[in-house]
């Protein structure tokens, strides 16, 4: 029995470039269509928490205006 790893395997399981961007992108979406202050403050906190974790900081800046 042999298994194999392919390609889209490794991308799951890792943090890619495109999986992070995704992330946060999705972080800021979310906080964009927050209609409460308490969800607005959640979601600002979740978005610079991936930034600041996965060292992205020319997101932040890109988002942040």
Avoid at 17 to 28: F, M, P, Q, S, T
Wanted: charged fraction near 30%.
């Amino acid at each position: 029995m042999y298994i194999m790893i392919t390609l889209n395997d490794i991308e799951r399981i890792t943090n890619t470039k495109v999986k992070v961007e995704r992330l946060i992108n999705y972080a800021v979406l979310v906080c964009k269509m927050s209609k409460t202050d308490w969800a607005k403050d959640f979601w600002f906190g979740v978005f610079k928490k991936l930034c600041k974790k996965y060292n992205r900081s020319d997101l932040y800046n890109k988002h942040l205006h």
